[in-house]
């Protein structure tokens, strides 16, 4: 028969013996297509391959082992659950959360400060010249953050938790305000817009707005100097900050684990947000917050991001110092990021990776939205990044931020009819995140062809082989899977998510 596919993936898998015992499996077939989803049919191995195979078994190789599936804990997203009455509010946390839950997250990312899915611009310190932090505070936080936060606790106690800013305190950056440029959706003066690139070209407002397609280089311009003021004082006092944030959301009860300096520091945003150069982020990382961490919190490990810039060499620059290199213990990448993940992974495989946020789309929460979002989760961890973060998980219809963005969500919810709605990008998700458990080794990936069929195999602790498989293109594809010295042959319907399981 004629090859559907011309390339060919290895994949591995712990044991030789193992394989073996994949010749009388069978697999549980999960599939969802628009209006159709999560339905469960049953397919066994075969004898022959009906097509050339996409993923093959060999047994010989070891994979990378996946830890954690997160989500971010924002305001828009608690007071999108408080639409809900408090039935609906437990299910739809314990889907999220709970070990017998759907999708069964077990990561949570806080933002220090506000982000662009706050109510508003905040910090936990906006008193300026208060070097000493004696006016620090996360009482903000407390009354959206922390109850969403025990919300999902209520189901999984055991969630761990990492943090980063998307704007310091306005009074510590050098144009005195939490946006990096002006806009109509806030109050920073636009004469200050010449900081970014210190001259008096334009910059337009919507240039971070992720709408469409965005190819070639981003940014399409570096900023020139760093947003952060860079004297001693300023910079100590912003990694005392990091430390009073974890001890303040330690008395809570939650314990953050993690810290990444920035949220991407190349997104010149009209929200919270901050412009870093590669000096300043070596300086700022090197000589204070890896040394604050490791004297308050040296249980506390230091990733560096998040880069969401496809700009290798600039990526390359920062990564150049060794001495900030012995402070990390591992990257985060998101949106153009994910184009230079495999080259830095290959220089740098000593280190963990992650995707640190999910696209956040443009409030369609349509079918296609859920095809992306498949294919992202496939290129990332297909690509060795060991833990997976959505972005938010419960917005309004449009999912519209305080800085005129519409957003997607995993969950959306009708303002009008006080009803909830699980979007594609929720069952995109499920289909990796409900099989493949914390410690199941990626062993194979096939990047997505020319008939928009891609896969991506993991092997779970309990030798449980998973291979999740998408069809992005308009016709059925074939799909031939070999796993030792039988196949698993399926055809898969048009625009579909697929996942197959050993039982």
Same mark, same amino acid.
């Given at each position: ?25 069978? %697999? ?16 066994? $191995?075969?004898?022959? &391959? ?40 437990? !299910? ?8 017998? *839950? ?19 611009? %905040? ?9 000493? $932090?004696?006016?620090?505070? =996360?009482?903000?936080?407390?009354? *959206? ?8 606790? @209520? ?7 990492? /943090? ?50 965005? #190819? ?6 570096? &900023? /020139? ?5 860079? +004297? ?11 430390? @009073?944030?974890?001890?303040? %959301? #330690? ?43 490791? @004297?308050?919190?040296?249980?506390? #490990? $230091? ?19 060794? @001495? $900030? ?10 949106? !153009? *990021?994910?184009? =230079?993940?495999?080259?830095?992974? #290959? ?23 859920? !095809? ?26 449009? *999912? /519209? ?9 995993? =969950?959306?919810? +009708? ?53 999740? &498989? ?28 697929? /996942?197959?399981?050993?039982?």
């Amino acid at each position: 028969m004629k090859s559907c596919f011309k390339k060919k993936a290895s994949i591995a898998l712990c044991a030789l013996g193992f394989v073996a015992g994949l010749q009388a499996q069978s %697999y549980v077939w999960v599939s969802s297509t628009e209006g159709n989803c999560w339905k469960e049919n049953r397919v066994k $191995l075969q004898t022959d &391959a009906l097509s050339e195979p996409l993923l093959e078994v060999d047994g010989t190789e070891r994979g990378v082992p996946f830890r954690a599936w997160g989500t971010t804990f924002n305001e828009l997203d608690w007071d999108a659950l408080l639409m809900l009455a408090r039935d609906e509010q437990d !299910e739809i946390m314990y889907n999220l959360f709970s070990p017998e *839950g759907e999708l069964k997250f077990t990561r949570g990312r806080i933002s220090m400060n506000a982000n662009d899915y706050a109510r508003s611009w %905040y910090s936990c310190d906006e008193v300026p010249g208060d070097f000493e $932090l004696r006016y620090f505070n =996360i009482g903000r936080d407390r009354q *959206g953050i922390i109850p969403l936060i025990r919300a999902a606790q @209520k189901f999984n106690p055991k969630l761990t938790f990492w /943090t980063s800013p998307w704007s310091p305190p306005s009074w510590m950056k050098i144009n005195g305000d939490y946006p990096v440029l002006s806009s109509r959706f806030n109050k920073m003066d636009s004469r200050l817009d010449y900081l970014l690139y210190g001259s008096s070209d334009e910059v337009d407002e919507d240039e971070m707005k992720f709408l469409g397609e965005r #190819k070639g280089q981003f940014p399409r311009r570096l &900023a /020139t100097q760093d947003y952060f003021i860079q +004297d001693p004082r300023y910079l100590q006092s912003y990694a005392n900050f990091f430390c @009073k944030f974890i001890e303040a %959301y #330690k008395s809570e009860g939650i314990n953050i684990d993690m810290v990444i300096y920035q949220n991407e520091a190349y997104s010149y945003t009209p929200y919270p947000g901050c412009a870093w150069t590669a000096e300043g982020t070596v300086r700022f990382n090197r000589d204070y917050l890896a040394p604050a961490l490791k @004297k308050h919190h040296p249980d506390v #490990k $230091l990733y560096l991001g998040t880069f969401n810039t496809n700009r290798q060499d600039h990526v390359e620059r920062i990564l150049s110092d060794e @001495k $900030l290199r012995g402070c990390i213990s591992g990257l985060a990448f998101q949106w !153009e *990021g994910r184009e =230079i993940l495999p080259a830095i992974r #290959k220089q740098y495989p000593e280190y963990h990776y992650i995707c640190s946020e999910s696209e956040c789309g443009n409030g369609s929460m349509d079918w296609k939205a859920g !095809e992306h979002t498949f294919f992202l989760i496939c290129d990332n961890v297909g690509n060795g990044c060991d833990e997976w973060f959505n972005w938010n998980f419960l917005l309004p219809k449009r *999912g /519209t931020s305080p800085w005129g963005w519409n957003q997607n969500a995993l =969950i959306e919810v +009708d303002p009008e009819t006080r009803k909830f709605r699980y979007t594609a990008e929720y069952y995109a998700v499920k289909h990796f995140s409900h099989y493949v458990v914390p410690g199941s080794e990626m062993v194979g990936y096939s990047p997505k062809n020319k008939d928009g069929v891609l896969a991506v195999a993991y092997l779970t602790p309990e030798k449980k082989y998973v291979v999740v &498989a998408g069809n992005f293109g308009g016709k059925p594809g074939c799909a031939t899977f070999r796993l030792g010295k039988k196949f698993l042959n399926v055809t898969l319907a048009p625009h579909s998510l697929n /996942t197959f399981v050993m039982r």
